[in-house]
């Protein structure tokens, strides 16, 4: 795309936050006049920022019509940088200074069918093993984790589905199997869990008279502790309906697939270090002294 002349623009400076935070604001709004809505700002302010942000990039950002604001391809480009940044600030806002008495910070993040009891037990071994280090325990879903990780905002990750992007170590730390239990009492309806998009192709592949559910969670606690209730069927993980299983409230479906769901451990090789390496051998010395989660996974019935 051709560079065009920036002589009208202010002399640029270094890059201030809220001049990234801004564009993004343009992006998710569509125009300038309802970014500086949003923003409690004066659309010259916003106009302002961005032909600023647009001198120092050397580059346009967005083409303005009636009907809004647009990005060009190099604003397409720059959303990618502008979210790397803003979430990076945040992270350094939200953890610094240091709380009294600590050294640094180990920033530890799951995805949220793991924090109940693998996280929290996690974090209460780092507590009592690690006490020069203040904790930031992290749960979201596993992409944005992920992207955390690349960031540097996380120290290592707890997903499903690992990315092996360059730099990234990717540790299988549990074998898993999705299995189909039913409740004992009320076997039906059948209850759609949305385990991933892998999940979902070799699903609908090998039952496709199940691949449009009438009911369904994105979350396996919720859609287990509904079967518990109401009844239906359903898949998730072998640990979590062991005891529901031996305690004769669920049972398993013959003859249904099975579907493997293994957990790893994902962190960058830039950053290993003792201190993680120490929290990583707790965390796995957890995983091998505790086999049944079913129970603490149980939401009061």
């Not at 592949?205 to 009844?231: C, H, V, W």
């Not at 898949?235 to 299983?245: D, G, N």
Request: hydrophobic share 40%; glycine share 6%; net charge neutral.
């Amino acid at each position: 795309m051709d560079r065009y002349n920036t002589d009208s623009f202010p002399p640029a400076r270094p890059m201030d936050i809220e001049l990234a935070r801004t564009f993004l604001e343009i992006v998710r709004s569509g125009s300038f006049v309802a970014a500086s809505e949003r923003l409690h700002v004066t659309q010259t302010a916003i106009t302002a920022r961005i032909q600023s942000l647009e001198s120092q990039l050397n580059c346009r950002l967005f083409v303005r019509n009636r009907a809004g604001a647009r990005l060009t391809a190099d604003g397409e480009a720059f959303v990618v940088y502008a979210t790397q940044m803003t979430q990076t600030w945040d992270a350094a806002q939200r953890d610094l200074p240091l709380p009294d008495g600590y050294s640094n910070v180990l920033r530890v993040g799951g995805e949220i069918s793991l924090c109940n009891p693998l996280m929290l037990k996690w974090v209460r071994c780092l507590r009592e093993a690690i006490p020069t280090h203040a904790i930031r325990g992290e749960v979201g879903d596993g992409q944005a984790l992920l992207r955390q990780l690349e960031l540097g905002v996380l120290d290592a990750a707890l997903v499903f589905q690992p990315a092996y992007w360059p730099g990234l170590q990717v540790e299988q730390l549990l074998e898993e199997k999705l299995v189909m239990v039913r409740s004992v009492a009320r076997p039906d309806p059948y209850v759609y869990v949305d385990w991933g998009d892998e999940f979902r192709r070799q699903h609908d592949s090998a039952l496709p008279d199940k691949a449009r559910a009438a009911l369904s969670f994105n979350l396996g606690p919720m859609a287990l502790q509904y079967i518990l209730e109401t009844g239906g069927s359903g898949y998730f993980r072998t640990r979590v309906v062991q005891a529901y299983l031996d305690g004769g409230l669920l049972e398993a479906v013959a003859r249904a697939p099975e579907f493997t769901y293994p957990t790893y451990l994902v962190y960058s090789r830039d950053r290993y270090s003792p201190v993680l390496q120490r929290a990583f051998g707790l965390l796995r010395d957890l995983v091998k002294s505790d086999n049944d989660w079913s129970q603490r996974w149980a939401l009061p019935i």
